[in-house]
Nanobody, 115 residues
Framework: QVQLVESGGGLVQAGGSLRLACVAS????????MGWYRQAPGKQRELVAS???????DYAHSVKGRFTISRDNAKNTVYLQMDSLKPEDTAVYYCNILVGSYDYWGQGTQVTVSS
């Protein structure tokens, strides 16, 4: 079994910062990638950022230059540093990991950016 525990969401004013963390546990020895997705009300879930075992990263165009994804392999933890937040970043943020060919998801953490 794989478990993901997210933390760090909350309410912040536009221009502010938040840092999300996701700790993975269980059968993750073949974890290939870790990432963050988000889903705003009435919208589809979308990829925000991902980081591969090699260290390479991908970002959604809308967050490039503002968000930074990183991982601590020793702690099986992935972080998402979110700076210069905008109201349109408001969403539930989900941690995702790829173990072999299987996707696992966290329970989600709410991020609300007020204008």
């Amino acid at each position: 079994q794989v478990q993901l525990v997210e933390s760090g969401g909350g309410l912040v004013q536009a221009g502010g910062s938040l840092r999300l963390a996701c700790v993975a546990s269980g059968s993750i020895f073949s974890m290939n990638a870790m990432g963050w997705y988000r889903q705003a009300p009435g919208k589809q879930r979308e990829l925000v950022a991902s980081i591969w075992r090699t260290g390479s990263t991908d970002y959604a165009h809308s967050v490039k230059g503002r968000f930074t994804i990183s991982r601590d392999n020793a702690k099986n933890t992935v972080y998402l540093q979110m700076d210069s937040l905008k109201p349109e970043d408001t969403a539930v943020y989900y941690c995702n990991i790829l173990v072999g060919s299987y996707d696992y998801w966290g329970q989600g953490t709410q991020v609300t950016v007020s204008s």
